[in-house]
């Protein structure tokens, strides 16, 4: 079967459209995680509340290629 152009059009507009909705999902996520963080201080676990920043860090900086992934999406037919 071939592919019509709208049909790669269709294609390239909902990769781009998940891709925002990916960095909108990771970071509401990374707060959440933050959130956490603050908290298991407050319980005195310092090592679990380390990890959790990690995870903030690392989802947030997971969202810099994200938008990347989305730039490139813009230059260049897929």
Do not use: P
């Not at 990769?15 to 960095?23: E, G, T």
């Not at 990690?54 to 490139?72: D, G, S, V």
Request: aromatic residues 12%; proline residues 0%.
């Amino acid at each position: 079967m071939a592919f019509c152009f709208d049909q790669i059009m269709d294609e390239t507009e909902k990769l781009r459209r998940l891709l925002s909705h990916w960095v909108e999902h990771n970071s509401e996520h990374a707060l959440i995680y933050k959130g956490w963080a603050e908290k298991a201080l407050s319980f005195d676990n310092e090592e679990l509340s380390e990890t959790l920043e990690l995870l903030f860090y690392e989802t947030m900086r997971l969202n810099m290629f994200f938008e990347r992934a989305i730039k490139m999406s813009k230059r260049k037919k897929l």
